[in-house]
């Protein structure tokens, strides 16, 4: 037997022990009363009686309602349009209300996907257009001063700077030209030493308190700054890997909570925008990990 052959009968074999879920046929007059006792439901056409399960649920089956069913859909539609409708602009109003004065909503990294609500839909009566301009100077600036090195952020960015959300994948325009990407050229730095800087790592919630000064090659990240702590022996973390990135969950063997979790904080009071992996902290700045619940 050749390989082919090898090839079919094991794939022959497998199909055997495979399993399927078959629903034998039954008796239509059965499924036809079932499907009559949704007629009386289908004259119901207020906005708390209709039921968008009604229409699909026979749409999806042997039998239909004739010129009922086309009424339904038309009921649903100018119901879910409004009820969309009422949601957006509440969404809306609520993101407009978070603009800050450099003109983020919330803030830099809650902007992109906030940008892509507001795109959606025009707003009667609010200053929507000069916001979102405020909101692209502010997100520009950042892209500039390197904000955005996080895969999920710049994955929400970059439909927006390309006048895109979400939504656009209702009917994507397959045939628009894009851009090949080629991978950066990075020119290799002159033999460098590398300078090193200073941070203050510091964990109070713990017995006894944390408190060492690290010493890291200047641009590390707080992991890094992490990695070299638990080098040097006296402090450990443990994290998990999240669609942002590597997320912390135990300092010093103490893992969270239910509802809790290792806040990163910038001394004296200010939390971090960006985790482990993308924060790079300055020389001499002071990092504290606080147990908090949320
Ligand atoms: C809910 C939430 C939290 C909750 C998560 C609790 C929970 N178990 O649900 C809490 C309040 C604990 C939290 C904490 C933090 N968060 Co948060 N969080 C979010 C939020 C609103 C939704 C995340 C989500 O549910 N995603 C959907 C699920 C399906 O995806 P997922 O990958 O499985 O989600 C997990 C991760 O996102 C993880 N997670 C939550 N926040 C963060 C932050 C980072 C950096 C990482 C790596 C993971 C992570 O928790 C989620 C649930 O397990 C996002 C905003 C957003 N639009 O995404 C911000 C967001 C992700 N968080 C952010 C930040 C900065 C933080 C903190 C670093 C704040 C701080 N100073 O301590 C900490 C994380 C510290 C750490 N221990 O590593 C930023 C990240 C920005 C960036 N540049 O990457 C975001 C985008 C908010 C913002 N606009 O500033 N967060």
Known sequence: MGRLGAL????????????????????????????????????????????????????????????????????????????????????????????????????????????????????????????????????LASLQDGAFQNALMISQLLPVLNHKSYVDLISPDCLAPRVTLEPATVTPSLMQVPEFIHVMLKVPSVWPPYRHSISVPAGSSLEEVLMKAQELGGFMYGTQASLSGPYLTSVMGKEVGEREFWQLIRAPDTPLQQGIADYRPKDGETIELRLVTW
Not at 53 to 61: A, E, F, P, T
């Open 8 to 139: 079919l009968l094991l794939l022959g074999a497998l199909g055997a022990l495979a399993d399927i879920c078959n629903i034998p046929e039954v008796d239509s007059s059965l499924v036809q009363s079932l499907g009559q006792r949704l007629l009386p439901w289908m004259d119901q056409l207020s906005l708390e009686h209709l039921n968008p399960s009604i229409y699909v649920g026979l749409r999806l089956s042997s039998v239909e309602a004739s010129t009922k069913e086309a009424f339904y859909l038309h009921s649903l539609n100018s119901d879910l349009r409004h009820r969309i409708t009422l949601a957006i602009r509440t969404a809306q109003e609520k993101v407009l209300k978070a603009q800050t004065p450099e003109g983020y909503f919330g803030n830099v990294y809650s902007t992109p996907l906030a940008l892509q609500l507001l795109m959606t839909s025009p707003m009667p009566g609010a200053e929507l257009g000069t916001a979102c301009l405020n909101a692209r100077a502010a997100l």
